[in-house]
């Protein structure tokens, strides 16, 4: 607590031209009803498929012939059903980008809850307010700063582990979702905040919600599993299922974001220079593989973080058409635009920066672009 209280308050300025004449043009792409309507209908369409893959794939692993090859098929098809899931619908609904009201988006949102094992609750801290409005920010960002685990930016300490962080973060990648599914959400509300974000002890339906959404996710992952296979082979399946998604997961956000060609910030830089907070996101984030549909697709236009960002509360099925804008508007008011053009090019960049960040050994002050 005392540290909320000394860490320095950001804050960002809201205009500039660069998103004035952006957000009149998405405005203007989105106001066309069909264009709405069809953006919508893609959304839903997604959700159908990845909770009805990941509804038939538990109940052929639960009440199916058990055989190996069927099994090992049904036991990839959660795992893939349960990805769209976060990508495609929670991530969205949990921005308030699905329904128009906060009330449905919130209910959708519990699927964070009750089917991947993540406090919705804690997750809108964490995700919507702490990465959202401090992206790359040493300290406010919660996904940005593992410390003493690893150094993702040069504002942060050395140490010398660190030198095989490259190797390590993997494993350590595939166990943030189990962190979190099990004391990570506890440990954040007893500390009080995420990041330098406050979170309050949930109360009424939030509660109701948080406690509600793990007993439901332990009895369809743990309970029911143990009627049907021994303990072991149930430990073995959830420990596999939610590590292979947890990796999914968070490659994929940092591909976003820790990488070669984003910005970096410490508290002190922000402080001393109020940034134009439309400037920031962009230049601390990079697409990638942006004129690939069928990654687009699976992974809920992530691979489009810049506009997502930009515009967190736009269903993700328009960011494809959104870039175009962004980056025409970019390149017209001189701010940095960053894409890989494929998923090994964004992947190479994370593993040379996190080879990077572990073997420099001092202390680096980096300019803001
Ligand atoms: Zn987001």
Redesign the pocket.
Known sequence: MTELLTAPKLSFDNGGEFIRDTRREVEAYLACRRTRVRGRLNLYAKSFVAFGLMLASWAVLMFGSHELWTGLLAFAGLILGTTLTAFCVM?DAN?GAYFRTRRFNHLLGWTADSLLGLSSYAWRVK??VA??TYTNVEGYDADITQTPMARFMPVQPSRPWYRLQHFYIWPLYSLMALRWQTLGDVAALRRGRIGQSAIRMPRRWDLVGLLAGKIVFVCWAIVVPLLFYPWWAVLAGYLVFSMVMSLIMAVTFQLAHCVEEADFASPEQLSQQKRLWAVHEVEATVDFCPRNPVLTWMLGG?NY?IE??LF?RVPHTHYARIAEIVERNAARHGVRYAVQPSLLAALGSHYRHLRAMGRAGLRVEVEMG
């Open positions: 991530h921005h995700h919507n990465h959202h992530l973080q997502h960002h967190p």
